[in-house]
């Protein structure tokens, strides 16, 4: 059975760091793209950050320059290191594996077949 479980949310002040980290197990999740999203109160899921097999990094406008995802391919581990945090960055974060097919792709959810629970991050101002 495939799982994502993300960890590492929690509460911080404006201004302030958190790293969350999603471990994967159930497959090798070779070739695969690694996602995060988001959703805050009342609104739509939101891409965040994508890391391909390969490293190649996609982000969300919002959070450049801000946030770094990374991958630990041997552990099958994705992190997102959140920094210089805001308000508005307060949601549940999701983990995602998938693969998609082109670059312009991986901002799509329907682009990711797997999914975690989720992990609450709130940022006060």
């Known amino acids: 059975q495939v799982q994502l479980v993300e960890s590492g949310g929690g509460l911080v002040q404006a201004g302030g760091s958190l790293r969350l980290s999603c471990a994967a197990s159930g497959r090798t999740f070779s070739n695969y793209a690694m996602g995060w999203f988001r959703q805050a109160p009342g609104k739509e899921r939101e891409f965040v950050a994508a890391?391909?097999?390969?490293?190649?990094?996609y982000y969300a406008d919002s959070v450049k320059g801000r946030f770094t995802i990374s991958r630990d391919n041997a552990k099958i581990m994705v992190y997102l290191q959140m920094n210089s945090l805001k308000p508005e960055d307060t949601a549940v974060y999701y983990c995602?594996?998938?693969?998609?097919?082109?670059?312009?792709?991986?901002?799509?959810?329907?682009?990711?077949?797997?999914w975690g629970q989720g992990t609450q991050v709130t940022v006060s101002p």
């Open positions: 890391i391909t097999w390969g490293g190649t990094k």
């Open positions: 995602a594996g998938g693969r998609p097919l082109y670059s312009s792709n991986y901002f799509l959810e329907n682009q990711y077949n797997y």
